[in-house]
């Protein structure tokens, strides 16, 4: 029921504590400081976010360090952030978690579009005007952890419009949910 009500409204003040946790689970990964947010608003807080993302992994990038440690860092918070809602909205079925999904995207406008098999489509990108192709790739771990802690699965993406596609191209591979 919760879900079917998140599909056509979400007030305005959840939706920026649920962007203010994804602040804080990304500048957690990265082990940086999160800039101040109060007094912005929700659109104020986006645009924030896709700049913070974008110099964040933009340094990490040129640091040098292993990519791998920081995808991992992403995935796992981001995992965790999925089992929470996954546990909260009470998420008992592959389709409830794929619901879940395209109302979290289009909360950050993403056009997440998914077909019952799996097949993953993303037309519009809010954050693709800011994203080089590196760090659309390496942000995209908090994707699949996402994915992978509301449904159990697995997200792939095959085509970003990042690297110059028309559009995000992947599959969410249904795995167990827990």
Not at 145 to 160: H, I, P, T, V, W
Request: glycine residues 8%.
């Amino acid at each position: 029921m919760l879900i079917k009500l998140m599909q056509h409204y979400i007030p305005g003040f959840i939706k920026k504590k649920k962007l203010n946790e994804l602040f804080y689970m990304t500048a957690d990964a990265f082990q940086s400081g999160q800039p101040q947010l109060r007094g912005l608003s929700y659109n104020e807080c986006l645009f924030k976010y896709a700049v913070f993302t974008k110099e964040q992994a933009e340094n990490y990038l040129l640091s040098g360090h292993a990519i791998e440690e920081i995808k991992n860092r992403l995935y796992k918070n981001s995992y965790i952030f999925g089992q929470n809602l996954r546990k909260s909205l009470r998420i008992a079925t592959w389709e409830e978690a794929v619901t879940v999904l395209q109302i979290i995207y289009k909360l950050v406008r993403i056009d997440f579009q998914c077909d019952r098999h799996g097949e993953i489509i993303i037309r519009e990108c809010f954050f693709s005007q800011y994203y080089s192709a590196g760090v659309c790739e390496l942000i995209s771990s908090l994707d699949e952890g996402l994915a992978a802690g509301l449904s159990g699965g697995k997200l792939y993406f095959d085509q970003r419009i990042t690297e110059g596609g028309s559009c995000c191209k992947g599959y969410l591979k249904e795995g167990a949910l827990k």
